[in-house]
């Protein structure tokens, strides 16, 4: 698994991470830029349009990377395993 930064093909959208292969966003939402109702709408619309390429985002906030980070960590891992899974899944 490798994560980084990058721009996806549903406009201007940088993630914070982004797992090509398993199509998964993970989103640390920092008080300064996520806390607020303007911005809470903007992450919403903006989770939808990535949904609409296939694209799952997992959002993680201040609070808990804080006071959780490892939890956060295992958490993205296992979702993304699964979406791996899910992935290579042959289609019925």
């Known amino acids: 698994m490798r994560w ?4 996806t093909s549903a406009g201007a959208v940088v ?3 982004f797992g090509e292969q398993t199509r998964l ?3 640390l939402d920092g008080r300064r830029y996520h806390d607020g109702p303007q ?11 990535l949904a ?9 906030s201040h609070q808990r990377l804080t006071t959780d980070p490892g939890g956060c960590r295992e958490q993205l891992l ?3 395993a699964a979406r791996r899974r899910r992935l ?3 289609v019925s």
């Not at 709408?41 to 939808?48: H, Q």
């Not at 609409?52 to 993680?60: P, S, W």
């Open 4 to 7: 980084r930064s990058c721009s």
């Open 78 to 80: 296992r979702v993304h």
């Open 88 to 90: 290579a899944a042959p």
């Open 52 to 60: 609409e390429l296939g694209i799952q985002t997992l959002r993680f």
């Open 15 to 17: 993630a914070d991470l």
């Open 25 to 27: 966003v993970g989103e």
């Open 39 to 49: 911005q809470r709408e903007r992450d919403l619309t903006r989770d939808a349009r």
